[in-house]
């Protein structure tokens, strides 16, 4: 077995770091510099940069990928290293309003057993309850191999492996993901389920080549191998709210004029929220080399990505446990905000940041 030369060792790096002082943007040479990494955080960016340069670079894609898997195989945290890594469900109260109901409709339909035609109305409610059952038994399974998601108690399986995720898109009304393979077939995976942040960050650290937006890009070819990207709400989602804050304002008006002052300042304390709100939300968001802008109606930012802390995507239930998901950009001076309602996604907008962020951040 030859032992590798020192000095060859020391000329090479040398022409490695030529190289991409000449062109940064050479694949060939920073996946050479990658390899020869030990520090794990720069090995990751290094990959990072060479997949946001090129989502579908096979070889990086690959390093990352037994990266990530041995990290995740020696975390003492997880319960079950060498298979599960994460395991997401219903909320237990949503799970117990279903089968509640399911018991009470089911004990009516004893009570009813000899009336036909009250028995038919209390079958048919139960048989209904099906569909809420269905959804609130799903059990998403995070493993080395892939995902997979049961429902109905195991009675339903489905499973994809990591590579045979072709395309990731978002699902209806954008609750969640839906992940589909080269034959056909199709997982969907609803954003209500507990820990779903986390799934979706599994999914970018092993695929992160799935959120490159390739061909969404709505700026020019010639600027997306710079891994330029802009982001822009659709016209409804941008305006809408105002079709409702300014008749708001105009019935707070009203309520002021003829000295109704307990509505008005209810309705006072209502509209300084959302009008702050409304006007601060980003509706715009680009990424071109190591800088991310954003506009809003109020407000221009312009962040490189030294200057941003962090970027999550984060889930905030209501009262009654319904998830909204959110990208939280939190720069190291200044508030952090949040950006939601985006064509594309909040998930695949998401890993793209963050894979941008990754990219650039230790430059």
Known sequence: MNAVNPIDELKEAKRLQQALKRDPS????????????????????????ILTLEPTHQKAR????????????????????????LVLSYS?????????????????????IHDPQALLVFGVFFLLLIIPLWFVSAVVEVSHSGISISRLFGISKQGIAWGEIVTIKPNMMGQGLKLSSEEGSSLKISS??????????????????????????SL??????????????SFPVKYGALFLLIPASLLF????????????????????FFWRMTLFAPYMVSVEENRLFTQSFLKKQNLTAQQIKNIRLISLRNRHGV????????????????LSKFPEGNE????????????????
């Not at 003829?258 to 209502?270: E, N, V």
């Not at 998830?323 to 949040?338: H, M, S, T, V």
Request: aromatic share 10%; proline share 4%.
């Open 192 to 217: 209500q389920l507990h820990g779903y942040p986390a799934l979706v960050e599994i999914l970018r650290k092993i695929r992160p080549d799935l959120f490159s937006l390739a061909g969404n890009s």
């Open 348 to 363: 695949m907008m998401y890993g793209f940041l963050k894979n941008w962020w990754g990219a650039y951040q230790a430059e």
């Open 253 to 272: 008006l009203g309520a002021v004029f003829t000295a109704l002052f307990l509505p008005a300042i209810l309705i006072g304390i209502f509209l300084f």
């Open 220 to 233: 020019e070819d010639a600027s997306s191998r710079t891994g330029a990207k802009a982001f822009q709400k």
């Open 92 to 112: 237990i109260v949503h799970q117990i309003i279903v089968f509640a109901l399911m018991a009470i409709s089911f004990a009516f339909c004893l009570a009813a």
């Open 26 to 49: 050479d694949i060939d040479s920073q996946l050479k510099v990658a390899a020869k990494l030990n520090n794990p955080e720069l090995k990751r960016k290094m990959l990072n940069r």
């Open 62 to 85: 690959e390093m990352l990928l037994e990266m990530d898997r041995a990290e995740m195989g020696e975390n003492p945290s997880l319960e079950e290293p060498r298979e599960k890594l």
């Open 323 to 338: 998830a909204k998901n959110f990208i939280q950009i939190e720069p190291l001076g200044g508030k952090a905000f949040r």
